[in-house]
């Protein structure tokens, strides 16, 4: 008896990597399939290879294609789903799985459509897939979400991602929302799970991430003569060459030298720089997990397989798991505890203050944060709650750190003793005697997206560009549905202004109204 016999799965991105091997294992076990990605060439080869199997195992599945859909696209999302539903199909598992590795820089040199596209991807893909899954939704559906274990383990424990912002930051926002949408689908009998699985064997770690963090290493700390810009473009043109026969590698070395008025020794020497020091990030990244191994992407759809049987999805419901196979040594990013400050001299401080949702009169937050279900926004709400709640504070934070290191986001040495803070004030927590955990679910979307994303940007300046700007991120409110106090928040102020010591602290999350 094949397990997922009449049902129905969609793996979103199915036509590589982690989501193919997702899509296969529940074929194998009866399935029928619905491959959506990017691009035909690969969708309609696994389609091919999937057709096998249904033969092999005469289970009578269908398999259907949606090329050109991307999930950050309201419209091809939408109209697939419109299709779907014309055609009477009743969608049994979700697995949200796309994603990019987005650029892989420091946030000082990230462009805003850079970093707002790979939000659009991971964070509101989800979502508005997710929504839209709904439609064509029954009692015992499942939403799986594959999110990463560099964002946050908790709220208490964030594990910052250098060189990987945006990226952090959607996983954060994806696992808190996960929670929330677990609250709010329980009254259909549908279930929301979100899975951390960890490093994973795929070409994209080791053909792009690894080798971009390994560049974006080079550009900042220099290499040979090459100024950051000149090694930004050298690698640019020979990190494809990683992983080819020496053949193949000289002659991509002799095209990128003509191309750039190099020396190919130079860029033979910086290639193989490149190599050593992805190898090392690898080779780190694995003496966080007990053996030392990497998961295969076998072991991820088992993994997924597991957590769409009925029994386990009950236990399981809101939950993200596996949670503890990496052990990423965290310092104390977070704090409740804020010295009181008498000073509040600014004078000869650079600062800026943004993103200030504590204001109770906020209609644009708080009517929808507070009076609706998340599912149940259509896409332009959405959108508008994202920008207002995560993407003009991490705007704004960009755009001051060029004001105050004008030329950094190219020549990063010029970040080296710089001064500046930048104070983010996030979405406070719900009002309110008897505040469920839904409400307070719905506001963590966006706080989780935030925390991660402002201990990465921090974990940069200091750690990599070696100066003296931080970004802090004060959240209002607390557990117990407290009003907000101006006093903290305004005494927090004064205290990431006037103290000095916030600057060598690695404490940058601020909770003034907890008194835990």
């Known amino acids: 008896m094949l397990k997922f016999q009449n049902k129905t799965i969609l793996v979103t991105g199915s036509g590589t990597g982690i989501g193919l091997a997702v899509t296969k294992k529940f074929v194998e076990n009866g399935a029928s399939a619905i491959l959506m990605g ?25 398999i259907k294609v949606f090329p050109g859909v991307d999930v950050s696209d309201e419209e091809s999302v939408t109209k ?51 929504v839209q899954a709904l439609r064509i939704m029954k009692e015992g559906a499942k939403i799986i979400t594959i999110s990463t274990f560099f964002a946050e383990e908790r709220p208490l424990e964030q594990r910052p991602y250098r060189f990987r912002s945006p990226y952090t930051a959607s996983q954060g926002g994806k696992n808190r929302l996960v929670e929330a949408m677990s609250w709010e689908l329980t009254e259909k009998g549908i279930i929301s799970i979100g899975t951390n699985p960890g490093p994973v064997h795929s070409d994209r770690i080791y053909k792009t991430v690894y080798p ?11 290499f040979e003569d090459l100024s950051p810009s000149e090694v930004e473009a050298a690698n640019n043109e020979i990190i494809g060459l990683l992983g080819e026969d020496d053949e193949t590698i000289k002659a991509g070395i002799k095209s990128a030298a003509e191309k750039l008025g190099k020396s190919e020794i130079t860029l033979t020497n910086l290639l193989d720089k490149v190599k050593g020091i992805a190898e090392k ?14 998961l295969s992407q076998e072991q991820v759809a088992t993994t997924i397989l597991t957590l769409a049987d009925d029994e386990q999805a009950k236990i399981l419901n809101g939950k993200i798991i596996p949670g503890d196979r990496v052990f990423y040594p965290v310092k104390p990013h977070v704090t409740s505890s804020i010295p009181k400050v008498e000073s509040n ?63 950094g986001s190219d020549d990063p040495r010029l970040f080296k003793d710089t001064k500046g803070r930048i104070v983010i004030i996030g979405p406070a927590l719900p009002v309110g005697k008897k505040i469920s955990g839904h409400e307070r679910a719905k506001v963590e979307v966006f706080r989780g997206a935030l925390r991660p ?10 750690d990599v560009l070696k100066s003296n700007i931080r970004v802090f991120l004060i959240l209002p409110g607390s557990i117990d549905g407290k009003e907000p106090s101006h006093e903290n928040l305004v005494n927090t102020i004064n205290y990431l202004m006037t103290d000095e010591k916030v600057i060598s602290s690695s404490e940058v999350i601020f909770h003034p109204d907890e008194t835990r």
């Open 281 to 294: 990030i690898q080779k780190n990244t694995s003496t966080m997990i007990p053996d030392q191994q990497f």
């Open 212 to 222: 971009k963090a390994a560049s974006e290493f080079l550009r900042v700390s220099g």
């Open 80 to 130: 697939m789903f419109d299709n779907l539903a014309g055609n009477q199909i009743s969608l049994d598992v979700l697995v949200n799985n796309a994603g990019v590795s987005g650029p892989v820089t420091c946030f000082a040199h990230t462009s805003e459509d850079d970093f707002k596209s790979a939000v659009d991807i991971h964070l509101t893909g989800t979502f508005w897939t997710s």
């Open 345 to 407: 001299e600014y004078s000869e401080k650079d600062c800026i203050v943004t993103g200030d949702l504590t204001d109770s009169n906020n209609d644009e937050y708080h009517s929808i944060a507070e009076h609706c279900k998340l599912t149940e926004l259509d896409r332009s709400a959405w959108d508008g709650l994202l920008w207002r709640c995560f993407l003009v504070p991490t705007i704004q934070a960009r755009d001051k750190l060029d004001e105050l290191v004008p030329g």
């Open 453 to 462: 994303f402002v201990t990465t940007v921090n974990q940069e300046l200091s």
């Open 38 to 62: 990017r691009r035909r060439e690969p969708l309609m080869k696994a389609a091919e290879m999937l057709e096998g199997i249904i033969k092999e195992n005469q289970s009578k599945a269908v």
